[in-house]
């Protein structure tokens, strides 16, 4: 379906770039959220990545799926946003919820934890961290979206881990 209304928008269809962009809007503004904590920034963010998405739909070459071009583009806007301006993070109960995953068992307390020490993470560990463990994208494929090459993502997926390990353990005390 995404490839049809692709081809289209690429033509010049209008409204077919209009539903492609508002089925994968709530997906940005997700992501977004989950790497900043700040939901104005989330929101700001997608905008902006939506207007660079509608400026570069001819770019679009079919490598990828049009969600991983998209976290393509919105992972380097928040990373110029956070270069432009150095917000304090705040936590934010809407962003617990989203951040749950239906499948663990964690309590609210536990995700809670995990989100605030993620956030404390330099985006350079957390963007991987949360690409890779919780929208299990390849390294390859992060690779692609962050022009970082694969085996540095490992390494600071694991020693972004390891960060995230010491601040959860340094909470419990």
């Known amino acids: 379906m995404d490839s049809e209304r692709i ?16 089925a994968h809007y709530s997906f940005i503004v997700k992501y977004v959220w989950k790497m900043s ?13 939506i207007v660079k998405a509608i400026q570069k739909i001819q770019q679009f070459k079919h490598k990828s799926t049009f969600s991983t071009w998209l976290i393509q583009m919105a992972t380097h806007t928040y990373i110029d946003y956070k270069r432009k301006q150095k917000r304090s993070r705040r936590i934010d109960e809407k962003a617990i919820q989203e951040w749950k995953n239906p499948q663990a068992q964690n309590t609210r307390d536990e995700l809670y934890d995990v989100q605030e020490a993620l956030w404390v993470l330099d985006d350079h560990y957390r963007i991987p961290i949360v690409l890779k463990h919780y929208y299990g994208y390849d390294y390859q494929e992060i690779s692609s979206m962050t022009n970082v090459k694969a085996g540095t993502l490992k390494s600071r997926v694991h020693y972004g881990l390891k960060k995230l390990r010491k601040e959860l353990l340094s909470h419990e005390r």
């Open 7 to 22: 081809r289209r928008a690429q033509a010049g269809d209008q409204q077919a770039l209009a539903a492609l962009l508002k």
């Open 37 to 49: 904590g700040d939901e104005q920034l989330a929101y700001d963010v997608t905008q902006d990545t």
